[in-house]
């Protein structure tokens, strides 16, 4: 008989549409216009007349960015839904640099509910959650593919349903041209019980946006939007609208590294309705967006700062901080409040005027707020909890690393044990082994072995007391929690915690900070006020700190005027002068001494020919004799003077003078045409120039700043000058120094580093001459051989004479 025909199984029935049709509804309904306030927009948004159609910029590299808007009324109860649908799908030109990393415009849309407080980029929190274009419900980054993805032209709604009584209660589901494309989806515990309020986020599309009264599309049921909604269901979050109809714009003028950043995290905190504008939103903004970069976001790159951090996204337009200018510019356009973050702008009185120049429209208040002195205890308690987080996020990682050290060296150690015991087991086979064989041996040979029955017992209790003595294994550790730790006292005095690189690098801070000044209402300002301290405090506290800088900070464009140029060119000349006229007077010295040495050898060779002569001829007459006696004596004196011209010529001491060095006129002749520096060395010139150099360097650069709060040169910063003004680089080590402070000590009688490690030179301005750095150089030289002669043998100098 033929087989009967096998049926397949009947597919599986849809779920059961739980969801009814909306009751009548007689309660009052809310008047105001479900809409988006541009607070509730980020700044890229360009929203329509009557505010159903959003679109965003796409000029200077915001294609890249993510924008995001939330509705002015959120949800408490009942059931509603409002729908979305894209309008325009935008592929803008992607500018290229040379390291990009090849990353097209991507489309984005997610659409769902989040609190009043939230981000407004749906999903990347906790008090979140939305459906995206992918056909995935994210909640606090983390996504479930729940539908199919999202097509141009389809009507997409959202519905929330937050009736107790409903079986889907608290739980938010997806529709398609009035179609179910997902099951609903549970609320999160986080939104429960919180106002919801409808948001999109997406990145190149425009949006129509219809929150109502009236459907796009047919619902397999009746449901309310929400403009629909009724007024006990919802909650209104309109806008705070300022008393003479102006937004503010807050300028914060403060001190960098004195709580500039924690200031404005806390006055955010205070008053979400403020936005931004900073480098550093800007780039917790494209974090957000996922854009790529080389380094991680998280990266405190060397050369940064908190004002200006790295981009490095290789994509031209956000490197070279021209998106940052764009939303600057176009934040104007519509009545928001803000808070321009400039910690360098902000306190020089020339960029604070252009940038109140682009606020200078009705609809702003511009305001400067000086955060300056002794923070309030609000800031206070903060700035201690933040570091004491940080404190013990530091000992719980230090504590992490030591238990994973430690988990190493246990699996090591049993390991080790594992490996040792193996091996004594193996000895004891092999020992057993070599028995049994030894054994078999003697019983093959016929012998035998008295007590054998007692060594077998004995070797077997060996082998088990063997085995006992097996280390036993280590204990596992105790489950310790992380070390709770306390601030010290130390720490309770620091009013300010240090972020990152600092607020500016040191280069910026150098070039700018004397230009720094407190704002004043010349400048533009509609109103001044002052966070901490009062107006008066601030402008002392502000004084005192910058002439503290003034004396600690390095000025990066220093430069040497045209004055110093001429007078250290003039040094130079009369320097080579100097080594001139003493290789002469050597040289000249040095012919007297060959000149007395030849006219004594002349005089030795008379005298030895006149010896020979006298031996071969008698005696003459009396006469003669009596003539030649009385010349005896005067030819002795000659002769006694030219020896001793020759011992002074040959003998440098001779030519020493003891006078007082400060006391002689002309340097370049004390005498006989001796200059003061006929018996310097190597040594001593370089002494004299490292004299002179320093000496100019704090006079002159005290001439060239024009500033009299900066009047000298800090120790940290006097290689820097010292390598801008004569061009080239100080080297301690050719004197036998291994820093400039140790340098230094070989002239205190010339300059001096006082307490607050500043170089004071000691010349006055009216004995301010070359000759003086010569005097003072033989001066030190006399001082130095006296101590030399007197067995101090630290009174040498060691110097590299090749480097000089």
């Given amino acids: 008989p033929a087989e009967p025909e096998k049926l397949l199984p009947p597919a599986p029935e849809p779920p059961k549409e739980l969801e009814e049709d909306s009751a009548p509804e007689r309660r009052p309904r809310i008047t105001e216009r479900v809409c988006f306030e541009p607070s509730e927009t980020t700044l890229n948004v360009l929203p329509s007349v009557h505010g159903n159609v959003l679109m965003s910029l796409t000029d200077g590299a915001m294609q890249y960015f993510i924008s995001g808007a939330r509705a002015n009324v959120g949800l408490k109860s009942g059931r509603y839904m409002f729908e979305v649908r894209i309008v325009e799908i935008l592929n803008p030109a992607e500018p290229r640099g040379p390291q990009q990393r090849s990353w097209p415009p991507r489309q984005l849309l997610r659409i769902g509910f989040s609190t009043a407080s939230s981000s407004l980029f749906l999903g990347d929190t906790e008090d979140s959650a939305c459906f995206d274009s992918e056909g995935q419900y994210t909640h606090n980054k983390v996504s479930t593919v729940v539908a199919h993805k999202f097509a141009r032209e389809q009507v997409l709604a959202v519905l929330i349903n ?74 209104v979050a309109s806008a705070a609208q300022p008393q003479d109809g102006k937004c503010e714009v807050c300028f914060p003028v403060c001190i960098p590294d004195q709580g500039t950043f924690d200031w404005l995290d806390q006055f955010l905190d205070k008053n979400p309705e403020f936005t931004e504008l900073s480098d550093r939103k800007v780039l917790e903004w494209a974090e957000a967006s996922a854009i790529w970069r080389a380094r991680p976001y998280n990266t405190v790159s060397p050369g940064f700062s908190n004002d200006r951090p790295e981009m490095g996204f290789g994509i031209p337009p956000i490197d070279d901080l021209t998106t940052s200018a764009l939303l600057k510019s176009i934040a104007s356009t519509a009545p928001r409040p803000l808070v321009v973050m400039e910690v360098r702008g902000n306190l020089l009185k020339e960029e604070r005027q252009a940038a109140l120049s682009a606020f200078n429209l009705p609809h702003f208040r511009r305001v400067a707020r000086v955060i300056m002195g002794e923070p309030d205890r609000a800031f206070k308690d903060r700035a201690y909890t933040e570091l004491l987080k940080e404190k013990q996020a530091a000992a719980d990682a230090e504590f992490k690393r030591k238990q994973l050290e430690e988990a190493q060296r246990r699996i090591l150690a049993k390991r080790q044990r594992e490996l040792q015991r193996e091996q004594r087991r193996m000895e004891r086979a092999a020992k057993r082994q070599r028995r049994e064989h030894e054994e078999a041996a003697r019983k093959a040979n016929g012998e035998e072995r008295p007590n054998e029955g007692a060594d077998e017992s004995k070797q077997a209790e060996d082998d088990a007391s063997e085995e006992e003595k097996e280390e036993p294994e280590e204990p596992a550790p105790e ?326």
């Avoid at 986080?190 to 990145?203: C, E, M, Y």
């Avoid at 140029?565 to 002469?584: G, I, P, V």
């Avoid at 061009?727 to 205190?748: D, M, Y």
């Avoid at 003072?776 to 060691?798: M, Y």
């Fill in 479 to 804: 489950d310790k929690q992380p070390p709770k730790v306390e601030l010290t006292e130390d720490e309770r005095k620091q009013w300010f915690r240090q972020k990152g690189n600092g607020d500016l690098t040191p280069a910026i801070f150098g070039i700018s900070f004397a230009g720094f000044s407190l704002p004043t209402k010349e400048e533009g300002f509609d109103d001044i006020r002052y966070e901490w301290d009062k107006k008066t405090k601030c402008a002392e506290y502000f004084k005192a700190w910058m002439l503290t800088k003034k004396l600690t900070t390095r000025v990066e464009d220093a430069a040497p005027s045209e004055a110093f140029s001429q007078h250290y060119l003039a040094f130079q000349q009369q320097f080579h002068k100097w080594r001139q006229q003493q290789n002469e007077w050597k040289e000249a010295r040095a012919r007297r001494v060959q000149a007395a040495e030849a006219r004594k050898r002349e005089e030795a060779d008379r005298k030895a020919q006149a010896t020979e002569d006298g031996e071969k001829r008698p005696m003459e007459e009396d006469g003669a004799a009596a003539g030649a006696g009385a010349e005896a004596p005067a030819a002795a004196k000659a002769d006694e003077l030219m020896a001793e011209e020759a011992t002074v010529d040959n003998d440098p001491a001779a030519d020493e003078d003891d006078s007082d060095v400060f006391g002689i006129a002309d340097v370049s002749d004390i005498g006989k045409g001796q200059p003061l520096f006929a018996h310097w060395t190597i040594e001593d010139w370089a002494l004299l120039s490292l004299r002179f150099e320093a000496h100019a360097l704090v006079r002159w650069f005290a001439k060239d700043a024009s500033d009299p709060e900066r009047s000298s040169v800090h120790i940290d910063h006097f290689a820097f000058y010292y390598s801008r003004y004569f061009r080239k680089a100080i080297n301690p080590q050719p004197f036998g120094a291994e820093t400039v402070e140790a340098l230094l000590s070989h002239i205190p009688d010339c300059v001096s580093i006082s307490a607050k490690k500043i170089v004071q030179t000691h010349i006055p301005e009216d004995l301010d001459t070359f000759d003086v750095f010569v005097k003072l150089t033989e001066e030190c030289r006399r001082e130095r051989l006296l101590r030399i002669d007197s067995g101090d043998a630290g009174a040498a100098l060691k110097f590299n004479q090749a480097a000089l």
């Fill in 162 to 235: 937050l009736d107790p009584s409903s079986p889907n209660a608290n739980t938010v589901s997806l529709f398609r041209d009035g179609e179910r494309i997902c099951q609903p989806q549970k609320l999160p515990d986080a939104l429960k019980g919180k106002p919801l309020f409808p948001a999109v986020t997406w990145r190149n599309l425009s949006l129509h946006v219809n929150f109502g009264p009236t459907s796009m599309t047919q619902m397999p049921f009746t449901c309310r939007l929400v403009q629909d909604a009724s007024l006990d269901d919802v909650q």
